[in-house]
């Protein structure tokens, strides 16, 4: 199961999937596995949701996901853009756009840019004076 979002222009639920295998299904409490979302501590994971904002628009996380940390959820962000900018027809439109993390207190947790989530797409160049370089 993805993350489902509503989309304001059309008012459709669009759903998204999101590639991480050991996260949660976002259906309240046990993971692909059937196993209970638990820390190792034996607590409950925190539900994070992911809501897209483009200029004025926000595309709102219906249901979040159960992930350990603010670390996985960052990690779950840049799968998720990364996902809907797949389409070239979004790329320009979504460019600009954020992704705002918030828990299930409605608390952001990240904000994380588009652009900023394709910036580690493109091959780094070789840095002049490295061993490497002729």
Same mark, same amino acid.
């Given at each position: 199961m993805g993350l489902v979002i509503l989309d304001p222009q059309s008012g459709?639920?669009?759903?998204?999937?999101? @590639?991480?295998?050991?996260?949660?299904?976002?259906?309240?409490?046990?993971n692909r596995a059937g196993r209970a979302n638990v820390r190792p501590?034996?607590?409950?994971?925190?539900?994070?949701?992911?809501?897209?904002?483009?200029?004025?628009?926000?595309?709102?996380d219906l249901n979040g996901e159960e992930l350990r940390d603010p670390d996985h959820a960052w990690?779950?962000?840049?799968?998720?853009?990364?996902a809907m900018m *797949?389409?070239?027809?979004?790329? *320009?439109?979504?460019? @600009? @756009?954020?992704?705002?993390?918030?828990?299930e207190a409605g608390e952001v947790v990240l904000e994380f840019p588009f652009?900023?989530?394709?910036?580690?797409d493109e091959p780094e160049e070789p840095r002049?004076?490295?061993p490497n370089a002729h």
């Open positions: 459709k639920r669009v759903e998204i999937g999101i @590639a991480s295998p050991d996260q949660g299904t976002g259906t309240g409490g046990t501590e034996g607590l409950p994971m925190p539900r994070y949701f992911f809501n897209t904002h483009i200029g004025e628009d926000v595309i709102t990690e779950a962000s840049r799968s998720i853009i990364r *797949d389409d070239p027809k979004n790329q *320009d439109r979504l460019l @600009a @756009a954020s992704l705002v993390v918030t828990d652009a900023e989530a394709l910036a580690g002049h004076g490295s």
